[in-house]
């Protein structure tokens, strides 16, 4: 069964650095997304990605966070300037025509 | 806008008894509606998704949701609880937004006793 694929499963990083989560979606799927999970609470909408471009993005993703699609397979999610409270798991998710999957995520720790 | 409330943030049950985790939606279209597990430190795993069929929805594991229009509900049962039931579900909602996203409700953590 396809999957999304997440690199790295876990991050540590030094508040104020910069930090790139990559995801693979399926590859036939069109819409894709991130969203986060801060330890014990529920999981967040943080942005939508279709055609090249953002659909739909909450106020969690502020000027903070930037996405990409670089190449044909990989799906960026980019945090400048980390702070603590950007610590959570970040799941990425594609759809297609059969529905979401997720990814296993990656846990950020910002010390 | 649409939301998920999800009544119960901690369930316990024995096991073999039946399991019921409560979701209510609002959506002002008709709906995707889903039922996600998660286990300590792992990912989100899709356990069934209604989308606009049968409105009784088979899922993985032994669980099922029935879709409810009238009560906005989509509740998940599990006719007898095995200890590995043991997780966090979360009920989540597709419906009018233009980027696709889901809503998720605040999580029901089942906890499963011997």
């Known amino acids: 069964e396809p999957e999304v694929t997440q690199t790295p499963s876990h991050q540590v990083t030094q508040m104020g650095q910069e930090v790139i989560l990559r995801c693979v979606p399926i590859s036939n799927h069109l819409y894709f997304y991130w969203y986060r999970q801060i330890l014990g609470q529920k999981v967040e909408f943080l942005v939508s990605?279709?055609?090249?471009?953002?659909?739909?993005k909450s106020e969690i993703f502020d000027d903070q966070f930037s996405v990409e699609r670089p190449d044909g397979s990989n799906f960026t999610l980019k945090i400048r300037s980390t702070k603590l409270e950007d610590s959570a798991m970040y799941f990425c998710a594609s759809s297609g025509e059969f529905g979401y999957t997720f990814g296993s995520g990656t846990r950020l720790t910002v010390v | 806008a649409q939301s998920v409330t999800q009544l119960g943030s901690h369930v316990s049950v024995s096991e073999g008894a039946l399991v019921l985790l409560r979701c209510n939606y609002s959506s002002s279209v008709p709906p995707y509606l889903f039922w996600y597990v998660q286990y300590p430190n792992q990912g989100l795993q899709l356990l069934l998704k209604y989308t606009s069929a049968a409105t009784l929805v088979k899922g993985i594991n032994g669980f099922e949701a029935e879709f409810k229009k009238s009560e906005t509900s989509f509740h998940l049962t599990k006719p007898s609880a095995h200890m590995s039931d043991a997780a966090e579900y979360f009920c989540a909602v597709r419906g009018d937004n233009a980027g696709n996203m889901l809503t998720f409700g605040g999580g029901t953590r089942l906890m499963v006793k011997p």
């Open positions: 990605f279709y055609n090249n471009e953002i659909s739909e």
